[in-house]
Every structure is written in structure tokens, then in C-alpha cells.
């Protein structure tokens, strides 16, 4: 079964940058669709970017211009850059992959831990 572990959060100030890791294991990222969410204090989780099988990536709107994802293949991790980070980006952060065709996280609503992002004012 696919395995996948967020990786790199922490607390920094508002202006400043952080990348994010999502390793897996027993599939290969070249060849799938990752996605980033995450999770605000008190709030519902929501779609952050997508790098799709094809290359193609999405953002959401508030995250274009400072967010990149990215894909490492031969380390199997797909990256989330972060930078001008603003209070707004403070969320818990979770990574998603399609294999045979769901979302496993999405699908299954187990979401696990995450890595926590804290920007300060």
C-alpha cells in the first residue's frame, strides 16, 4: 500500500520562506498526480496546488506567485516552496497521490498527521 509522510513544517515570520517534503513509498511519483491541502486553525482543509501526471500544476489563487510544487523523482518527494509567507498560510499541511485511480487520503479520509506551518506577525 502507498505511503506518504509530510515533512518540513515549522514556525517562521511573515515575509519569510519554507519548502515542504512529501516522501512515499511504494509508488512512484513520476508517473502520478500529487496534490498539497491544508488545514487552518478552526477551519475546513482546502485545496492548496496539484502537479499532475501529465507536468501540468495548479494553484490556488491566493498561493500564485509564492508557492511552487515541485516533483524530485528519483527521490520519490514531491516539494511544496514556500515563500512571502503571510499569517493567512498558519494550517496544519497534508499531501495527497492518486494510485488505482482515487485520491488515498481524499478517499479514505485519513488524512494522518500532516506537518504543522505557523507564521508569525
Known amino acids: 500500500q502507498v505511503q506518504l509522510v509530510e515533512s518540513g513544517g515549522g514556525l517562521v515570520q511573515a515575509g519569510g520562506s519554507l519548502t515542504l517534503s512529501c516522501a512515499a513509498s511504494r509508488i512512484t511519483f513520476s508517473s502520478t498526480t500529487i496534490a498539497w491541502w491544508r488545514q487552518p486553525p478552526g477551519k475546513q482543509r482546502e485545496w492548496v496546488a496539484t502537479?499532475?501526471?501529465?507536468?501540468?500544476?495548479n494553484y490556488e489563487d491566493s498561493v500564485k506567485g509564492r508557492f511552487t510544487i515541485s516533483r524530485d523523482s528519483p527521490k520519490n518527494t514531491v516539494y511544496l516552496q514556500m515563500n512571502s509567507l503571510e499569517p493567512e498560510d498558519t494550517a496544519v499541511y497534508y499531501c495527497?497521490?492518486?494510485?488505482?485511480?482515487?485520491?488515498?487520503?481524499?478517499?479514505?479520509?485519513?488524512w494522518g498527521q500532516g506537518t504543522q506551518v505557523t507564521v508569525s506577525s
Open positions: 502537479i499532475h501526471s501529465s507536468g501540468t500544476i
Open positions: 495527497d497521490v492518486i494510485s488505482g485511480g482515487r485520491w488515498i487520503r481524499g478517499a479514505s479520509g485519513a
